[in-house]
């Protein structure tokens, strides 16, 4: 198997296990404390946090980006050829999906349930840019100053973290907000809701590339 091919298999794979962890994670919350919100989002945050930390650590030595918006970034940054975007971003979207409906399928719902949950308004949407800026300055600080081995712990901890401190619960990846559509669970969004979620996320990519070249610039 091509180089790249492995990368797009590792992509396809990460982000559908990521998924997986959002949404089933999610689902089995919401029936073990049916009452209590609270609880509900702890059990998503730290078994998301925990599949972030797994799926980074399996195939960082391969690919582990399972998020457009780091590609991308990764791209503008100078860390990825512009020609593989495409493709991986393509399969990004498709894990996505993959996994919500594997997620759905698990816990016996039907394979594909159209998300009801209204994420909406200019406080979501401004949460949405602060929680893309803060992963990428993440992940792009340890790239940028070769720690890459602390990439799988900082990021788990800094999404687990920004479920609580963003008001939208720190979706920041336009992949797992398309796979979100898919199941009408806890982790869910409105299909009306969710290219908002995307294009601040895109604002998000874009404020944090600037910031890191600020901080980080590229070594000669």
Do not use: K
């Not at 792009?140 to 619960?169: C, E, K």
Request: glycine residues 10%; charged residues 10%.
């Amino acid at each position: 198997m091509s180089t790249f091919r492995r990368v797009l298999l590792a992509e396809f794979l990460g982000t559908t296990l990521l998924l997986v962890g959002v949404v089933g994670s999610g689902i089995m919350a919401a029936r073990l404390s049916p009452t209590d919100v609270g609880l509900q989002l702890f059990q998503n945050a730290a078994a998301t946090a925990g599949v972030l930390v797994a799926v980074i650590s399996i195939f960082g030595t391969i690919s582990a980006d399972f998020n457009p918006a780091v590609t991308v970034g990764a791209w503008l940054l100078g860390h990825r050829e512009g020609r593989d975007v495409p493709a991986m971003v393509a399969v990004q979207l498709v894990g996505a999906v993959a996994g919500t409906v594997l997620a759905n399928l698990m816990f016996d719902l039907e394979a594909v349930t159209w998300s009801t949950t209204q994420r909406t308004g200019g406080h979501l949407w401004l949460a949405e840019v602060v929680a893309t800026v803060g992963l990428l300055l993440v992940v792009f600080s340890l790239v940028r100053t070769g720690r890459l081995a602390h990439v799988p712990y900082v990021v788990g901890a800094y999404i687990g973290g920004a479920y609580y401190f963003t008001s939208s619960t720190s979706f920041a990846n336009p992949a797992v907000t398309v796979g979100r559509m898919f199941s009408d669970t806890f982790a869910g969004i409105d299909p009306t809701c969710a290219p908002m979620f995307v294009v601040m996320q895109v604002v998000g990519v874009g404020v944090a590339v600037g910031l890191l070249r600020a901080l980080f610039p590229a070594r000669d």
